[in-house]
């Protein structure tokens, strides 16, 4: 008798449902097709601009004009929905970001344009002061350094009505004030945009992922006195996963259609966490941080960029999200068609 004899011979298995592409095909749990990605778009001025941003590569601030081009692409390959960031120029950026509130600012345009040339594509706007703000801050900041909730949620609730009126499918205050879904929702109601949905952004946490992000609008808060170094007074403590599910019933109550936590993946128990309590659609935000590590260890040679991005998105939708922002959504869905 050899000593393998003797072992226990397991009747279970799980190994046989491995053995052929064919099996695991069979038997995958999570499929991820590229109808449900959001592309964001950073929007800068001006004709037949390109500008790359550094520490994202592959991506860059595109005019209106190249902007269009690349939203006939990624309906070509089944990326539909597109979340615009207008990079603003510094001599528009005040205290109030008022220009924030004119009809002829580069987002109106941008989202104008985009629909009139692409009536099918899905157009989802950022509700937040900071592309505006020359502090830097999603909000409005008092003198003594406050960011105010009640008045900033009032200009933000007028920016999803301009959002709305220029032909914005749906808007997604990224903010983080309280409140500021149902006031928003009331404002659309009453401008008779009951149509158009609020993506909220209910667990935003004040990550250090979003660096390349504020590099790519130059949106960081601003070392100035008076001015909060951070964003950690609204947006929420990493440490913190219980505070988010308060978050979700607020927002649940001030009628958001869609959820989001942002960043994505270091907070997959985040979204799993909401998953099982929110029966709304929940989205995940693939922040500017999580994709240029991928494509700076993929630039080094030390990690496959194909296997790693996919196998990030894949571990998102896992892990509940329903739709992903995504700097990789036009790779991905270029990949899939392969
Ligand atoms: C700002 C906003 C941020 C992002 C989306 N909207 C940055 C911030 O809160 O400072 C970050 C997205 C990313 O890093 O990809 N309202």
Redesign the pocket.
Known sequence: MSPQDQLPRPERRPRRLRRSAVIRDLVRETVLTPQKLVL?LFIIDGEGISQPIDAMPGRARLSIDLAIEECHQALELGVGAFAL?PAIEASLKTPEAEHALDDGNLLCRAVRDIKSELPGACIIT?I?L?PYSSMGH?GLVSPEGVILNDETVDVLARMAVLHASAGADIVAP??MMDGRVAGIRAALDQARYENIAILSYTA?YASS??G???EALD?APVDAPNVPGD?KTY?MDPANSREALIEMVLDEMEAADILMV?PALPYLDVIARLRERTDLPLAA?H???EYAMVKAAAANGWLDERACMTESLLAIARAGADLIFT?AALDYARWWRE
């Open positions: 964001p960031f950022d937040a900071d999603d990224s903010d935003k992922f979003y390349p992000f504020r949106s964003k947006q942002k935000y922040v500017s941080g700097y």
